[in-house]
């Protein structure tokens, strides 16, 4: 197992919300490009390649100490997956909800994602995404215009939360260097 990180990770305090209008040029992906209609079945292309992301010898190593192994950025896609779908159950059933902050650094030092088994964090993650893509399955059309409101005041709808969500998930697969959906 990975030992603990003799210098911690940089928390990322940028705005991402900017995804939604124009591709990220890093990992070229374009959320305002992706139907309703895909987002469940993007959810799960974008995490099958975690079990075998996660089945390489070097899967612990952070590649220098300022950046997250692949089970650490693993951990963090489960977590947003589990994250996502919470959200989305209360932007279904509640009228213009807020969602409570998730400080996604705090979690990780927290929850000690470098020292998790990677064959157990690979199962975790499909069965979050799995979750996350039926909930999403479900929306039905008039859905995906409910609205939500992020702690930091970013307003969501069902569809942009979702295109959000899959930029994440996109975005660290090319951190880990897997291919993208």
């Given at each position: 197992?990975?030992q603990?990180?003799?210098?911690?990770?940089?928390?990322?305090?940028k705005?991402?919300?900017?995804?939604?209008?124009?591709?990220?040029?890093?990992?070229?992906?374009?959320?305002?490009?992706?139907?309703?209609?895909?987002?469940?079945?993007?959810?799960?292309?974008?995490?099958?390649?975690?079990?075998?992301?996660?089945?390489?010898?070097?899967?612990?190593?952070?590649?220098?100490?300022?950046?997250?192994?692949?089970?650490?950025?693993?951990?963090?896609?489960?977590?947003?997956?589990?994250?996502?779908?919470?959200?989305?159950a209360?932007l279904?059933?509640?009228?213009?909800?807020?969602?409570?902050?998730?400080?996604?650094?705090?979690?990780?030092?927290?929850?000690?994602?470098?020292?998790?088994?990677?064959?157990?964090?690979?199962?975790?993650v499909?069965?979050?995404?799995?979750?996350?893509?039926?909930?999403?399955?479900?929306?039905?059309?008039?859905?995906?215009?409910?609205?939500?409101?992020?702690?930091?005041?970013?307003?969501?709808?069902?569809?942009?939360?979702g295109?959000?969500?899959?930029?994440?998930?996109?975005?660290?697969?090319?951190?880990?260097g897997?291919?993208?959906?």
């Amino acid at each position: 197992m990975n030992q603990r990180p003799e210098t911690a990770v940089e928390p990322d305090t940028k705005d991402w919300t900017w995804v939604l209008e124009r591709p990220c040029p890093d990992c070229g992906f374009e959320a305002a490009a992706v139907p309703a209609d895909d987002v469940a079945r993007l959810v799960l292309a974008a995490t099958d390649p975690w079990p075998q992301v996660l089945a390489s010898p070097d899967a612990t190593r952070r590649p220098d100490p300022a950046t997250w192994s692949p089970l650490e950025y693993a951990c963090h896609v489960r977590d947003v997956c589990r994250i996502f779908d919470e959200r989305l159950a209360l932007l279904l059933t509640e009228d213009d909800p807020t969602f409570a902050n998730w400080d996604q650094d705090e979690t990780a030092v927290a929850d000690r994602y470098g020292e998790q088994d990677p064959a157990t964090v690979a199962g975790e993650v499909a069965t979050a995404a799995a979750a996350l893509a039926t909930r999403f399955a479900g929306v039905e059309d008039v859905a995906w215009s409910r609205t939500a409101t992020r702690s930091d005041g970013s307003r969501f709808t069902t569809l942009t939360l979702g295109r959000y969500g899959l930029h994440d998930l996109a975005h660290h697969l090319h951190d880990v260097g897997a291919a993208t959906p």
